[in-house]
Nanobody
Framework: LQLQAFGGGLVQAGGSLRLSCTDS????????MGWFRQAPGREREFVAS????????YYEDSVKDRFTVSRDNAKNTVYLQMNSLKPEDTAVYHC????????????????????WGQGTQVTVSS
């Protein structure tokens, strides 16, 4: 599994961005996918996760109702649509893959993930 995330950038508060993370391999459907972020001086934190089929999602409370995670297994891609962005959303965002343990598996702990992509910077100006 080789993950590559892209789509970050600079946006004003209240704006939107869509992050994408693509797997160059052929086993994408075997994995639940997650998004994490890390701001300078802070620990990495969970943002959102989605099960292998896309039927189950899980969000960190601060992004619920603003962010939407989805996936397209035909394109080996997971997305994070971020709306109503706030300065506190500024961070490097990483995608990650966790081998699915069950059909509804949506882990929210970094140690449950087996593969990580490089990060993409999201900066929200006030």
């Amino acid at each position: 599994l080789q993950l590559q995330a892209f789509g970050g950038g600079l946006v004003q508060a209240g704006g939107s961005l869509r992050l994408s993370c693509t797997d160059s391999g052929r086993t994408f459907i075997n994995y639940a996918m997650g998004w994490f972020r890390q701001a300078p001086g802070r620990e990495r934190e969970f943002v959102a996760s989605i099960n292998w089929s896309g039927s189950t999602v899980y969000y960190e409370d601060s992004v619920k109702d603003r962010f939407t995670v989805s996936r397209d297994n035909a394109k080996n891609t997971v997305y994070l649509q971020m709306n109503s962005l706030k300065p506190e959303d500024t961070a490097v965002y990483h995608c990650a893959a966790a081998y699915r343990r069950s059909n509804f598996y949506t882990p929210n702990v970094a140690s449950d993930y087996h593969y990580w992509g490089q990060g993409t910077q999201v900066t929200v100006s006030s």
